[in-house]
């Protein structure tokens, strides 16, 4: 093996850039391979882009400034429109002369790019990164610990404001179809009510909860999470079309806020905040990092070793490797209404539905 290839493709994270520094590191220094960046994923290949990466592009003033840098160097793209054109894509590959392929990507992403793998023959691992967390068999997926980070960062800022003025703060997160980013942030967050779309919920019961907190707790605010794959109470799900004629999910935060304060007692004041990309940004958390690294490092040594058609996981605080057709046909994992997690939840007093 001489050359190799890295992307990263679909929404991007916290920690891409470590990841990407830890395969190059990695690639060089144990087994002296040239590493190529794809720009865009599949777009780089159709248009037959790749840029050496090498220690020299990592430094400004002997700084190495990807361990803190979120987003990604090599960009991303998050739609699915190059997949019609996968033997030009395939013969992009073939034609930068690449020898095999480190992917990046969410399951949707990690699909297409072994589809594309299957068809053109490639040598491919994938690493998961996604902040709504519902990659299957891994337990983490990177950037999912620094969003959660950030929104519990929001939350207490927006407890002080919600205290101050005895406000219902309705905050909406991130996760598609999964709740495990508003689980967790919750929890951590310090939320009264956490609203996913796998438990059902009443605006009755929401109300209810509010209203006993103000007069068995003394408290006169609420912090209300809810994950934007949450649907109306007749299981409606609140979208925009984007500027590319793609259905997004936002919203379902102002009909949360809307009912509370219509059918609440007193009409509780309420608030929305729509955190929205904030979540994709910033630093990646230590862990992150940590967990890059090790990412990083297997998914080199799995290519090494001729071990394709694989991704690297997170197994009982370790990195292990998994087949990626298991991990594709059992995606998007869910929260478990029954997990943990959810029974800690309710163990708080926190409103979750049912
Ligand atoms: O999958 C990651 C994610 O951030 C989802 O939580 C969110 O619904 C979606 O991507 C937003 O995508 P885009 O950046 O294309 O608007």
Known sequence: MKKIGILTSGGDCPGLNCVIRAVVSHAILTYDWEVWGIPYATKGLLE????PLNFQNFSVHGIDPLLSLGGTILGSINKGD??????????????????????IGGDGSLAILNHLAQKGNWKLVAIPKTIDNDIAITEKALGFDSAVN????SLNRLICTAASHDRVMVVEVMGRSVGHLALHSGISGGADVILIPEIPYSIAAICEKITKLRQERDRKFAIVVVAEGVTTENGKPSTYTDSLGQKRLRGISQYIAEQVSHWSPNSLETRVTILGHVQRGGLPSAFDRVMAAAFGKTAVDLLAKEQYDRMVAWQNGQPVSVPLKDVL???????????????TARSLGIYIGE
């Open 48 to 51: 037959r882009k790749a840029i």
């Open 82 to 103: 190059t997949l019609d054109r996968s033997d030009e894509i395939i013969a992009g590959y073939q034609e930068l002369g690449l020898e095999a392929l480190i992917v």
């Open 329 to 343: 046909q059992q995606s998007p994992r869910s929260v478990n209404p029954d997990g943990y997690l959810v029974q």
């Open 150 to 153: 950030t929104i519990t960062d």
